[in-house]
């Protein structure tokens, strides 16, 4: 005799439906919260890279000895200085100011038609040696950048003889506004004032000689 097979009981039509339903919610929550995660991370990777700081400028300061502003010179400090001065005058820079062991001057450039360059130079000069027969010269220069800002002022006249009519006036002034200020760093710029003043003594040790 056949062994009897059992057949499965067919669940109602409302806890079928039931399941489906509960199947299909299960999935869309699971793709609303791969979305939510995928925008996040959208989101937060700029910010995360906005708020980084930026290095700071010292960062770049070695301190080495191969980056002095500096010079020795075969000359006093009263020499060395003066050669300093001379040298600056020469390429049109007016001296600001000269006193024993310091020497400052400046000079403007105009390299665009509303912009304005200004070059400040500081020179100091120290003894070394023995009795101070030979001096370093220490030198910096500083860059300034300025641009022209207009402003526009408006201006009335009342006549009275008319009642009260007002004529309007206007003018514009121009005012120069400095946007940027950097240190000129060391380089061919200072070699070539290194190498005026060096000549500039050459030439005066000779005239003392003759």
Known sequence: MAA?????T???LAEERSHRAMAVLTRALSCI???ALAACSSITAPLHKATTPPPQ??????FQADE???????AKVATTCEAARRALLSQGYVITRAEAGVVNGAKRFQPEGEVHVEIAFNVVCVPEGKAGALSTAFVSAQQDRYAVKKSTNAT????SAIGSISVPLSSTQESLVKVASETIPTGE???R???LMQRLLAESSSKAER
């Open 189 to 191: 710029f200072y070699d």
């Open 68 to 74: 002095t502003f500096s010079r020795l010179f075969d």
């Open 57 to 62: 400028v010292y960062q770049n300061e070695r």
């Open 4 to 8: 009897s097979r059992s057949t499965p």
């Open 156 to 159: 009335s006249i009342g006549v």
């Open 10 to 12: 067919p669940l109602p």
């Open 33 to 35: 919260a791969c979305l």
């Open 193 to 195: 004032f290194f190498a």
